[in-house]
């Protein structure tokens, strides 16, 4: 029976599938299995782009009655209540059936239930003989709201890959100060500032630089945006992100790319990389090792991949 205190599941599809476990690997570090896990480690699930919804839970049972019981026990009131069944995999429990478990569960609470603006959400699941219930948090995807940023460019990076970055540089960790060394209009930092992390933003382009602070000032994120080539930057952080400049619509030679990733690791012991194409030699170059990586591809894009690499400071 699983005694961990939360239930998160997920959803992404076959292009994000390798993303969806790197970022699970640092945040919970464990892998997503059949779009779910159970894990102690509580984030939201706004933060991320491939978790819809964590259930808290309360109570568990392998008896059903015996978890009806289990809620009442817990005297729950509350008013505006709104109860939800979650389908699990190998869940085999049929709609007509469901429904009359949900309101099994709504009458084992106090209050009115309210369908259509719950003030709580509560959830209901069943995963490998044992009954769940809790409190269900979902994705509430605020964070769409940045689709709507004042400036894009063309090669901006997408916001889900953008929220992945951040939590696999913070390993989900809010604490964690980061810079995105190549930050662009900001797409990395408005994902960030969202999930309340403290990062800041660095492009050697002016334009950039100026579309990266009105994005921030548009939604009232705070980030500074240092307008510099990333060399002169002399702060320390937890993690760099640098979302590397590639042949598409900017030059970048092998040296501007070495030259990025050797600055920026000055700033840190941990980068995180976005690149197309192979960094490998470069990383050992500066005393770092590759932790972890995986490939991303553009949907319906194949012949575009992208890898991300999170490359830690060799002990020495
Ligand atoms: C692929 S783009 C980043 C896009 C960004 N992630 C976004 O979503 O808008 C790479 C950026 O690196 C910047 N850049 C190139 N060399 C740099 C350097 N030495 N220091 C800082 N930024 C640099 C470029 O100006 C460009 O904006």
């Known amino acids: 029976m699983q005694a961990n205190q939360y239930v998160y599941t997920f959803t992404y599809d076959d292009s994000e599938f390798e993303l969806c476990q790197l970022e699970s690997r640092h945040i919970f570090k464990k892998k997503v299995k059949h779009k779910l896990l159970f894990s102690d480690v509580k984030i939201e699930p706004s933060s991320s782009a491939f978790i819809k919804n964590r259930l808290d839970i309360i109570t568990y049972a392998t008896d059903y009655s015996e978890l009806i019981g289990k809620v009442k026990e817990e005297n729950i009131h509350s008013e505006g209540f709104k109860a939800e069944y979650l389908v699990l995999d190998g869940d085999t429990t049929n709609y007509a059936d469901r429904l009359s478990k949900l309101k099994d569960v709504g009458w084992s609470i106090e209050g ?183 490939s991303v591809s553009k949907k319906g894009k194949n012949n575009f991949a992208r890898k991300i690499w999170v490359c830690d400071k060799r002990l020495t």
């Open 112 to 294: 009115d239930p309210d369908y259509y603006n719950p003030s709580i959400t509560y959830g209901l699941c069943y995963y490998k003989g044992v009954w769940y219930f809790g409190l269900l948090i979902k994705d509430t995807f605020d964070w769409y709201k940045h689709s709507k940023k004042p400036y894009s460019f063309s090669n901006s990076i997408g916001v889900n890959i953008a929220k992945a970055l951040v939590n696999i540089a913070t390993g989900g960790d809010e604490e964690k100060r980061l810079i995105d060394a190549c930050c662009g209009v900001g797409t990395i930092l408005l994902e960030a500032c969202f999930a309340g992390i403290e990062i800041d933003g660095c492009d050697i382009n002016w334009k950039a630089c100026r579309d990266a602070r009105k994005n921030l000032s548009h939604f009232d994120y705070p980030s500074t945006v240092f307008r510099s080539d990333i060399k002169d930057i002399n702060k320390q952080y937890d993690a760099a992100i640098l979302d590397l400049p590639y042949n598409l619509y900017s030059r970048s030679s092998d040296e501007d790319v070495l030259h990025i990733i050797k600055s920026s690791a000055e700033l840190t012991n941990r980068l995180v990389i976005v690149s197309t194409s192979d960094i490998t030699d470069f990383i050992e170059s500066i005393g770092f090792e590759i932790a972890d990586s995986c």
